[in-house]
């Protein structure tokens, strides 16, 4: 893990990217009441699929690729997300892992994308050892609204910046480039269920992952389950690690959602039976279908779970 790799610089380009090619994305970018620049990608503004992927790459701090591919694995949902990065620890848990609590008054929103790694809120970073360095930076927010000036005061404050250095992200799960960027968090699923697994971080090099894109709803409470599902019982990731090939079994055996209590029904009805409260779920039900874990010394490869169609078929529709 190269702790020297910048993921706003990495990411910097790509927001560059993002808002000059605002017309054809169909998004919206604007200035904030602080000086931030706010870009709205599925709430006002339609938004699509194209920008969900951009936004994906940027939450990942540059440092990984998304695409979308149309493949059999899932017959009746072919098109499918795919993630790599070979940094995928910097790229998923100090960038792309939506870990930063932010509230004012009404408003409530997890931050994710390199922004983070400035503010160091979690920590999470001091496991990671990890402190980025930049000038300019970019949160995401899954939303149908942008941060209130609040908000955009502490995110600044906390990332050493002012506010006009500031780029914030925001699309709800129930547009289409909201959805996308969740499916697209399929890689950082296994590595965050890893790392509460205890399992080292610095000995995952490499990883990939992929996972059905979910039709979008416009019912929040259906559209956060199919984006959930997609990963839960359709996502596939391949991790790439160093040291014995028996910790490398390990982790194959214990990553994989079916290893959860609760696997088992579409992601809105488990939500429903614990009533609405997120953290009464087992939160080893959060990680991909289906894992392979190569260890790198020995060259043997480990698998475990499996794509549950029936319940993709169940959640989508």
Known sequence: MNLHISVNLGASQRVASLCADAAQLEIGVETGPSGETRIDAGAKRRGGVEAGLRIAAICLGGLGEVALASEPTIPRWPWTISVRSSQPVLACLASQYAGWSLSHGGFFALGSGPARALARKEPLFDELGYRDKADATTLVIESGQPPPPEVIAKVASDCGLPASALTVIYAPTQSLAGA??????????????????????ARIVDGMGAAPLSPPHPDFMTAMGRTNDAIIYGGRVHLYVTGPADEAQALAQALPSSASRDYGAPFRDVFKRFKGDFYAIDPMLFSPAQILVTALESGATFRAGAVNEALIDASFG
Not at 184 to 200: C, M
């Open 180 to 201: 996308t960027q969740v499916v697209a968090r399929v890689l950082e699923v296994a590595l965050h269920k890893a790392h509460a697994l205890k399992f080292p971080l």
